[in-house]
């Protein structure tokens, strides 16, 4: 049955005029009116907490988010997702990378294929040659131990291994350095190649279709390099392969035996849990990305099994939703409280802008509400020192996800306390903000005049009532990693269902990439195709110089 559209579903509508009333709240008052408020609106699930309190709602919007949820189908599209179901629409594929990460009792078929049993067939491949690696016996052709892993790949190929590295970089095997190298830019290679040694260097080529041009004409210019200091026949030892394409791994010169599996149903942006995780399992070892597994299957039961009022990632989505459609904010910002989370929020611009930056429904119509927000951010507290005027006294309401670790996993004395202070201030300022009376009465108790302190106060006035939330976590375990991923993936898949979007295929990238095909013909040198004047006179100018 074809869905009602979203702008004419019964919640959206009571959403709708609720959220003129809400037009005149402050969380000021909402904090004043109800002492219980944080202890209503926190939870904890998978070990994580969420406090969400700090946002613009009283419990009957609550009350209705949920009602649009639930309206939206929310309950039994989740169940379709975990029973493999081929929700990825226009793709005819299922979405299934939660069964990367169930224990090996689990149980699941898609068209007959025992899904289980070859998701555990490849870990066990992994742990094997992982700690070969990190033991030593796995050698570069001379006999050397392996000392540098560089993984070629791009998006999803990339930013899953170079985000979780970075951030479990205080558990990693103290022999390897792990490189990821993504852009066309040579000068992204060429910098990695000028920190290696050709005889202790492995190269994963990572991509899911290989056939992606970045990564393809890195890993040409890669083994070029190598052989200039080895020969055909040691490939083998400094070339392994992640992909679900043999025969593109085969054509390229990589043993099929030192090729990583995985399968269509892993979305590109969802793949970490796949062999795509090859290099944080060699960072890290087989225990602790079994670990970084578990915290994510952890959260992922919390979603399947909590009814939705008790739901983090339900509640997240709905908080977004509320802020995106109802309050009109266009972006969201990702503020780590954590050095080594400083990825965090480049992978989860993927994850959430590839996934719900649409504007047509499932079946296809022009969407009637708004869709995903631009997403961005960069760690505190350096982002308060940069951008954070502009979400503290801008013209745009910018809601602000804030995610801390209690414990560090260093022991420099004061720096946790004053990180995690700096981080709760940020989010009770964008809530409070500062009023004129306020301001007046701070002036005067510098004993400013009277007609610098009217000119002043306008100045000096945060209006507050900016929406945020605090996630935290006990600390930066790969299993707390994974269960942070995990909860975001979940939240951007509520928001998917409740906008009617295929929040699993990604059209949009594919005309920019068909252009440059074209476009690098003519940059070497065939003769120039249609295009417009701008286009034509920038092929021309660098033509010129190539
Ligand atoms: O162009 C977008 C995209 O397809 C992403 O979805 C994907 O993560 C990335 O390119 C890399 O693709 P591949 O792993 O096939 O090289």
């Known amino acids: ?90 793709e005819g594929r299922a979405v299934l990378h939660t069964a990367l990460r169930a224990p090996h009792d689990a149980q699941l078929h898609v068209d007959g294929q025992d899904v289980s049993a070859d998701v555990h067939a490849v870990l066990a491949q992994m742990q094997g040659f992982s700690e070969r690696v990190r033991n030593g016996e796995w050698t570069g052709h001379t006999g050397r131990a392996i000392t540098d892993i560089v993984n070629i790949g791009i998006g999803g190929s990339d930013l899953g291994p170079a985000m979780v590295c970075g951030a479990l970089r205080s558990y990693r095997h103290a022999r390897l350095t792990m490189h990821f190298v993504a852009n066309v830019d040579g000068h992204d290679l060429d910098a990695v190649l000028a920190a290696v040694d050709p005889e202790t260097t492995l190269f994963i080529v990572a991509s899911k279709t290989f056939t992606t041009a970045e990564t393809m004409l890195n890993a040409h210019s890669a083994r070029s390099w190598f052989l200039r200091h080895g020969s055909e026949k040691d490939l083998a030892r400094h070339f392994v392969a992640v992909s679900t394409n043999t025969a593109g791994v085969t054509a390229f010169g990589i043993d099929p035996a030192n090729m990583f599996r995985f399968w269509d149903w892993v979305g590109g942006r969802y793949s970490i849990w796949s062999a795509i995780g090859l290099p944080v399992m060699l960072a890290i070892g087989y225990e602790g990305f079994r670990a970084f597994l578990d915290g994510a299957h952890g ?213 920019g990439k068909v252009l440059a095909q074209s476009i690098l013909g003519e940059l070497q040198g065939k003769p120039a195709g249609e295009h417009d004047s701008s286009t034509r006179g920038l092929i021309a100018l660098a033509r010129q110089r190539l």
Not at 459 to 475: C, E, M
Request: aromatic share 8%; with cysteine; proline share 5%.
């Open 299 to 511: 959260m992922d039961k919390h979603f399947r099994t909590a009814p939705l009022e008790k739901n983090m990632p339900v509640l997240l989505a709905l908080v977004g939703v509320w802020n995106r459609n109802f309050l009109d904010s266009g972006s969201l910002t990702i503020a780590p409280y954590h050095h080594d989370l400083r990825r965090f929020a480049a992978y989860l611009q993927q994850l959430d802008m590839e996934s719900n930056g649409k504007s047509v429904t499932r079946e296809g119509a022009p969407v009637t509400a708004a869709t995903g927000p631009v997403v961005w951010g960069e760690i505190g507290t350096n982002s308060q020192h940069a951008y954070f005027q502009l979400l503290h006294q801008g013209t745009d309401l910018v809601p602000v996800d804030f995610i801390a670790s209690l414990q560090p996993t260093h022991d420099l004395p004061g720096h946790q306390a004053s990180l995690l202070a700096n981080c709760f201030a940020q989010s009770e300022a964008f809530m409070r903000g500062k009023t004129a009376a306020e301001v007046r009465a701070e002036l005067q108790a510098q004993a400013m005049p009277a007609a610098q302190i009217d000119a002043l106060v306008p100045h000096k006035v945060f209006a507050g009532n900016r929406p945020s939330n605090t996630i935290l976590l006990p600390a930066l375990t790969p299993s707390m990693l994974g269960a942070l991923i995990a909860l975001y993936e979940h939240k951007v898949f509520v928001q998917g269902v409740i906008w009617d979007i295929n929040s699993y295929d990604q059209w949009g990238v594919e005309l």
């Open 1 to 90: 049955m074809k869905p009602t559209a979203l702008n004419l579903s019964p919640s959206f509508l009571a959403l709708a005029s609720h959220a003129t009333e809400a037009k005149d709240w402050h969380m000021r008052e909402l904090f004043a009116q109800d002492p219980q408020r944080f202890e209503k609106y926190s939870l904890d699930a998978a070990g994580l907490f969420l406090d969400f309190s700090k946002n613009r709602f009283k419990q009957n919007t609550l009350t209705l988010l949920l009602a649009l949820a639930r309206e939206r189908g929310v309950e039994a599209q989740r169940t379709a997702m975990f029973a493999g179901e081929k929700i990825n629409i226009t």
